[in-house]
T-cell receptor, first 111, second 118 residues
């Protein structure tokens, strides 16, 4: 699977939007972009996924660049509960259901 | 609210002992994953099953680890004999593969089993 690059850490203030970037310059045409997050002392939690078009769900929005070499996870109003490690993962056709987690971005939300 | 459950939540054992971790996937899910998380290696996939058959166990040390699904509601991960380097949090996850797509997009993780081998 192609590699992703994320900042090690980011900070945000409560009730403000958060934009978490992910670079994936070697992405192939059939790679899906997945985002998971892991709250302290919990298992990872699915957030969102997409292929080419921007996606919205109740948790977040995923903005995918036109050339697909980068994407941004958008939390519209951060809460203290959103403090977690956020993982951006590419999953290719040959991976089946396999997900390869990197180091992710540690998001701190300030009150 | 359907959830993946794992038992035990914590396990402390001595080197050389057998350890069995259990997972109950979400009812109706047909794919089950086992992951291990350590500070050094992060989150690694050990193995996964579809319809109770192992599909990929390439991440699992074969000499001491074994994973099975005795039935659709139970997955087990065994370590025999356990070693201190096996100390980690072990997560089970489940998902549903839709008929025409052959892959699951959403994996639902359990709370994990924290294993300490002394």
């Amino acid at each position: 699977d192609a590699k992703t690059t994320q900042p090690n850490s980011m900070e945000s203030n409560e009730e403000e939007p958060v934009h978490l970037p992910c670079n994936h310059s070697t992405i192939s045409g059939t790679d899906y972009i997945h985002w998971y997050r892991q709250l302290p002392s919990q298992g990872p939690e699915y957030v969102i996924h997409g292929l080419t078009s921007n996606v919205n769900n109740r948790m977040a929005s995923l903005a995918i660049a036109e050339d697909r070499k980068s994407s941004t996870l958008i939390l519209h109003r951060a809460t203290l509960r959103d403090a977690a490690v956020y993982y951006c993962i590419l999953r290719g056709e040959t991976s089946g259901s396999r997900l390869t987690f990197g180091e992710g971005t540690q998001l701190t939300v300030n009150p | 609210d359907a959830r993946v459950t794992q038992t035990p939540r914590h396990k402390v054992t001595e080197m050389g002992q057998e350890v069995t971790m259990r997972c109950q996937p979400i009812l109706g899910h047909n794919t089950v994953f086992w992951y291990r998380q350590t500070m050094m290696q992060g989150l690694e996939l050990l193995a996964y099953f579809r319809n109770r058959a192992p599909l990929d166990d390439s991440g699992m040390p074969k000499d001491r680890f074994s994973a099975e699904m005795p039935d659709a509601t139970l997955a087990t991960l065994k370590i025999q004999p356990s070693e201190p380097r096996d100390s980690a949090v072990y997560f089970c996850a489940s998902g549903l593969v839709r008929l025409r797509e052959r892959k699951t997009y959403e994996q639902y993780f359990g709370p994990g089993t924290r294993l300490t081998v002394t």
